[in-house]
């Protein structure tokens, strides 16, 4: 089993430029979540998904948006980069129960110019 | 609001007992969870407690109080390898996880 993949692993974009963010999962989870880590400070909830087809809002949505059209897949949209967009962005997923634990992929490194 | 206070650093020496302390206010709780991320890594699951009291998972034990809003993970014989950030996390009432800032454990031979 492969967890939780993200890609890219590293990006730099100019502002105003657009990226996808893909999260992938094996584990057959119905959560998945995105965050953002910025240096100092702990994860805060961009979008989440309680099941395919489904998305929510979570603490910092603004300049984000997410589809999960597959169950395994969660993508994270930048439609216009800002340079506070920088940071490291981290997928996990879950399933109800089993403490809550969450499985976190290895993070997207990304840097807006 | 929501927020999770932590110290930012603890120092301790190789083969010690550190505590690491969290206290809490949110709107909703489930649970309070704490996780390890070690430098350029992802964050890793350590525990996870829903009602008061201690669970022990190894070298590493976790206590709540909901009455006190507060809990903390100690960890025993620290190990090099135990040199990282720690997290704790309440899950709130929508079942999303709210992040305290981390605690950076230095640890010294």
């Known amino acids: 089993n492969a967890g939780v993949t993200q890609t890219p692993k590293f990006r730099v974009l100019k502002t105003g430029q657009s990226m996808t963010l893909l999260c992938a999962q094996d584990?057959?989870?119905?959560?998945m979540y995105w965050y953002r880590q910025d240096p100092g400070m702990g994860l805060r909830l961009i979008h989440y998904?309680?099941?395919?087809?489904?998305?929510a809002k979570g603490e910092v949505p603004d300049g984000y948006n997410v589809s999960r059209l597959k169950k395994q897949n969660f993508l994270l949209g930048l439609e216009s980069a800002a340079p506070s967009q920088t940071s490291v962005y981290f997928c996990?997923?879950?399933?109800?129960?089993?403490?809550?634990?969450?499985?976190f992929g290895p993070g997207t490194r990304l840097t807006v110019t | 609001g929501q927020s999770l206070e932590q110290p930012s650093e603890v120092t301790a020496v190789e083969g010690a007992i550190v505590q690491i302390n969290c206290t809490y206010q949110?709107?909703?709780?489930?649970?309070l969870s704490w996780y390890q991320q070690h430098d350029g890594g992802a964050p890793t699951f350590l525990s996870y407690?829903?009602l008061d009291g201690l669970e022990e998972t190894g070298r590493f034990s976790s206590f709540l109080s909901r009455s006190d809003s507060y809990g903390y993970l100690l960890l025993q014989e620290l190990q090099m390898k135990d040199s990282a950030s720690y997290f704790c996390?309440?899950?709130?009432?929508?079942?999303?996880?709210?992040w305290g800032a981390g605690t950076k454990l230095i640890i010294k031979p």
């Open positions: 996990a997923s879950s399933s109800p129960g089993r403490n809550y634990e969450q499985y």
């Open positions: 584990m057959n989870h119905e959560y």
């Open positions: 998904s309680v099941g395919e087809g489904t998305t």
């Open positions: 949110t709107s909703g709780f489930y649970g």
């Open positions: 407690n829903a």
């Open positions: 996390a309440v899950l709130d009432s929508n079942y999303q996880l709210i």
